[in-house]
């Protein structure tokens, strides 16, 4: 079966400072890896995702992610920390399932930058 | 292009109520989700329709809830009746298609709180 942990409930980091949030997945196959962004009252904005190829991956408003098969993590990083970028952050694999692909999300890491 | 359209924003209903939530997915796209966002918890998947068929509602309370896309556009949600646990966010989000790589764009969510 299919999982993603993100294993921090908050993280805490000062306006220019770099960022990370972390997410490690269990899926048999290859991953799809996904994260999204949840502003208040809002859905769910997607920022990057990893299918193949660089390890590497950039994404929305200067995010990018580093996808370890090794270490089955795809954390989210950021070289400076806005304040607008405070929200809650989703990890998620999508997965061969028996019938197709099916997604699972974390359960989301809040992140709060102080200016 | 406009973006996926969910309505109503919030509702309140007294549990054994009845309610139904429609979603409006962006032009074109063939596969269309129902999420539930329960406080704290990342998105769980109830179903999934390809054009108007179901891909996926493994996860879907059959007893009380129900989802049709029968022209393969729009969709409904239906909760009856509504229990207490059934307070959450409900997330429409949509696709392109089926693959692993495809990317799901989410509309703002249906607030539900039931009394």
């Known amino acids: 079966a299919q999982s993603v942990a993100q294993p921090e409930d908050q993280v805490n980091v000062a306006e220019g400072n770099p960022l990370t949030v972390k997410c490690t997945y269990s899926v048999s196959g290859n991953p799809y890896l996904f994260w999204y962004v949840q502003y208040p009252n809002r859905g769910l904005q997607f920022l990057l995702k990893y299918i193949t190829g660089d390890n590497l991956v950039k994404g929305s408003y200067g995010f990018e992610a580093e996808f370890n098969k090794s270490q089955t993590s795809f954390h989210l990083k950021k070289p400076s920390a806005l304040v607008s970028d405070s929200a809650l952050y989703f990890c998620?694999?999508?997965?061969?399932?028996?019938?197709?692909?099916?997604?699972?999300f974390g359960a989301g890491t809040r992140l709060f930058v102080k200016a | 292009e406009a973006g996926v359209a969910q309505s109503p924003r919030y509702k309140i209903i007294e549990k054994r109520q009845s309610v139904a939530f429609w979603c409006n997915p962006i032009s074109g796209h063939a596969t269309l989700y129902w999420y539930q966002q329960i406080l704290g918890q990342g998105p769980k998947l109830l179903i999934q329709f390809q054009n108007n068929g179901v891909v996926d509602d493994s996860q879907l309370p059959k007893d009380r809830f129900s989802a049709e896309r029968l022209k393969g556009v729009d969709s409904t949600l239906k909760i009856q009746p509504a229990k207490l646990e059934d307070s959450a966010v409900y997330l429409c989000a949509s696709s392109t298609g089926t693959g692993g790589q495809e990317t799901q764009y989410f509309g703002p969510g249906t607030r539900l709180l039931v009394l």
């Open positions: 998620a694999v999508r997965g061969r399932n028996t019938g197709g692909f099916k997604t699972i």
